[in-house]
T-cell receptor
């Protein structure tokens, strides 16, 4: 079946560096792509989403880029801080018309470790 | 504001026993979800409810049932637990069905022995 997956399971960066977390997807029917952050012992937390008709969206210290040509999604975190250490999940939300409409499908996750 | 509250936090359960995981939200969200999280498999949707009184099956519904008698509560029941149901279970809600922002509880760590 179609799914969302990640290129790298782990990423280690120094505090202050920029981080880039990547995600590949295969479902062209996805209406939205979303990033979630999960800290140890907690539930996932919404970071940012991007609609499929956009290629870039910026939030506070984060930017999501969508390349539909190669079905690639990335999350860029500027000036990474130790508090950014977590597992990051990309997810997709299927648009109306499909049997999976409205359901969030998550990828496997990337562990980001920020060293002081 | 509590958001999503799950209970219990953790549980060790004998195989074959029945167990209900509780989930309550105070945000008056219409949609609620149950996910299980296993190492290497990410979060997988078990069941969902897009509004009170309706439920639907997710990706891995077998062995689980849910009910949505009111807006706030969305319990998940394991009728006869098996070791493969050992996992961390997350309840979540969103304002409306199809919203990209879901709010998750702290999770219930369940071990079936």
């Amino acid at each position: 079946g179609e799914s969302v997956g990640l290129h790298l399971p782990t990423l280690s960066v120094q505090e202050g560096d920029n981080s880039i977390i990547n995600c590949a997807y295969s479902n062209s029917a996805s209406d939205y792509f979303i990033w979630y952050k999960q800290e140890s012992g907690k539930g996932p937390q919404f970071i940012i989403d991007i609609r499929s008709n956009m290629d870039k969206r910026q939030g506070q210290r984060v930017t999501v880029l969508l390349n539909k040509t190669v079905k690639h999604l990335s999350l860029q975190i500027a000036a990474t801080q130790p508090g950014d250490s977590a597992v990051y999940f990309c997810a997709e939300n299927i648009g109306a018309g499909g049997t999976s409409y409205g359901k969030l499908t998550f990828g496997q996750g990337t562990i980001l470790t920020v060293h002081p | 504001i509590a958001g999503i509250t799950q209970a219990p936090t953790s549980q060790i359960l004998a195989a074959g026993r029945r167990m209900t995981l509780r989930c309550t939200q105070d945000m008056r969200h219409n949609a609620m979800y149950w996910y299980r999280q296993d190492l290497g498999l990410g979060l997988r949707l078990i069941h969902y409810s897009n509004t009170a009184g309706t439920t639907g099956k997710g990706e891995v519904p077998d062995g689980y049932s849910v009910s949505r008698a009111n807006t706030d509560d969305f319990p998940l029941t394991l009728a006869s637990a098996v070791p493969s149901q050992t996992s961390v279970y997350f309840c979540a809600s969103s304002a409306n069905w199809g919203n990209t922002e879901a709010f998750f509880g702290q999770g219930t760590r369940l071990t079936v022995v």
